[in-house]
């Protein structure tokens, strides 16, 4: 009779239950990616961070039906599992999921710390959704979708209720490039400095200047002259080549700034979205995003098919090898120039005999795509602003 040591048996048994745990994983894994894929392809604007270890299903996401979509296919497959799975937004938040800019321009970061990199910024009055909280930082999504955190003195935290309640509120936009609100009429004490495009509600008017709140609560005066009812202004705005080359040369010379989308510092793709947003319209973050908006005009370097308000995008051609990458974009305004930011706001020609011909943009230009007048699903209304999410 052949001897078999039980200490041998019991590492074959290891080893296979080892191996088939090393599959199912694998296989669960493919799941995971392939449904990240479908519903959270860029993570810049939906959170698929999920993993499986030790028979735990982990991580969190902001994609409840699509996480429930795959907890079926695991049951379908017979997929024993412990759901481990933060959904967002937190249930720690409460009713206070919602929230609302409360300064002039809000920093938003890629994480939640003031030394972490600038991610994009959002104005005063913008509306927001509040996924979850760590440590006096929120991690918010902008109406655009960006995903990235914020700074508790930054916002000003709201039930879905309350957010409503704002909403019908009468609004005024701060037109004038910079200003402030004022403490009193005499405009000896400041409460708050503004920009462009940044929200408040009315309290009061008089003659010439109007007693106006906050989103925290605060109140104080700004100038008539330098604001517009929300309905005006919504109604005045349009993507005409004269609007759209006014606003842009109205922030000539602005610092540039990675993640800035004020007149404070813009970085390429935030200059564009500014643009854009004092015009009635809002377009995603980043060039990498916009470039996949709208109608391709141009890849020949043909400028007579240019409109204003194409925009241009730069970058590194795509190879067999290496994918394309889009690091730059500026807005076409006619006669073979284009404004973009880039250490400031600037225009750039790319007629050889300009003063301002830019060889270096010329050199990376990727293609033109127009999102003047042509419908696509990332690009809002402004009126789409100040609807529940």
């Known amino acids: 009779m052949q001897r078999i040591y039980i200490p041998v048996v019991l590492s074959l048994i290891t080893v296979l239950f080892s191996c088939q745990g090393k599959e199912n994983n694998e296989e669960v894994s493919k799941l995971i990616e392939a449904k990240r894929a479908e519903v959270a392809p860029d993570k810049r604007v939906a959170l698929w961070d999920l993993t499986f270890e030790n028979d735990s299903l982990k991580g969190e996401t902001d994609q409840p039906e699509a996480l429930e979509s795959l907890i079926e296919e695991f049951q379908s497959q017979q997929?024993?599992?412990?759901?481990?799975?933060?959904?967002?937004?937190?249930?720690?938040?409460?009713?206070?999921?919602?929230?609302?800019?409360?300064?002039s321009v809000a920093n938003i970061r890629s994480n939640p710390k003031h030394s972490a990199e600038l991610a994009t910024q959002a104005l005063m009055g913008t509306p927001l959704n509040v996924l979850k909280q760590d440590d006096g930082w929120f991690l918010v999504q902008t109406p655009d979708g960006y995903l990235s955190w914020v700074d508790r003195a930054g916002i000003h935290l709201m039930t879905e209720a309350e957010l409503e309640h704002w909403y019908r509120e009468p609004k005024v936009v701060f037109t004038s490039l910079v200003g402030y609100v004022w403490k009193s009429e005499d405009q000896t004490e400041?409460?708050?400095?503004?920009?462009?495009?940044?929200?408040?509600?009315?309290?009061?008017?008089?003659?010439?200047?109007?007693?106006?709140?906050?989103?925290?609560?605060?109140?104080?005066?700004?100038?008539?002259?330098?604001?517009?009812?929300?309905?005006?202004?919504?109604?005045?705005?349009?993507?005409?080549?004269?609007?759209?080359?006014?606003?842009?040369?109205?922030?000539?010379?602005?610092?540039?700034?990675?993640?800035?989308?004020s007149i404070k510092g813009v970085d390429c793709s935030g200059f564009t979205k500014t643009i854009y947003y004092l015009n009635g319209q809002i377009i995603p973050r980043d060039a990498s995003q916009q470039i996949n908006e709208g109608e391709l005009v141009d890849t020949d370097k043909n400028w007579e098919k240019l409109q204003v308000g194409d925009l241009l995008f730069f970058g590194v051609k795509g190879t067999p090898e290496k994918k394309e990458r889009v690091v730059?974009?500026?807005?076409?305004?006619?006669?073979?120039?284009?404004?973009?930011?880039?250490?400031?706001?600037?225009?750039?020609?790319?007629?050889?005999e300009n003063p301002n011909y830019d060889e270096y943009e010329l050199g990376r230009y990727l293609r033109t795509k127009r999102i003047v007048n042509v419908p696509s699903e990332n690009v809002l209304s402004v009126t789409e602003l100040l609807t529940t999410k």
């Open 79 to 103: 997929i024993k599992f412990t759901d481990a799975v933060l959904r967002l937004p937190d249930a720690d938040l409460g009713e206070k999921t919602k929230a609302l800019v409360t300064i």
């Open 328 to 352: 730059h974009v500026g807005m076409w305004i006619g006669n073979g120039e284009f404004i973009h930011s880039r250490g400031l706001v600037r225009i750039s020609s790319f007629d050889p």
């Open 190 to 261: 400041m409460v708050s400095d503004l920009v462009a495009g940044d929200i408040l509600t009315i309290a009061e008017e008089t003659k010439d200047q109007l007693k106006v709140n906050l989103p925290d609560g605060r109140q104080g005066w700004i100038s008539s002259s330098e604001a517009q009812d929300w309905e005006s202004w919504i109604a005045s705005r349009n993507t005409s080549p004269e609007a759209l080359i006014s606003t842009a040369k109205q922030m000539m010379g602005t610092p540039y700034l990675w993640g800035g989308t």
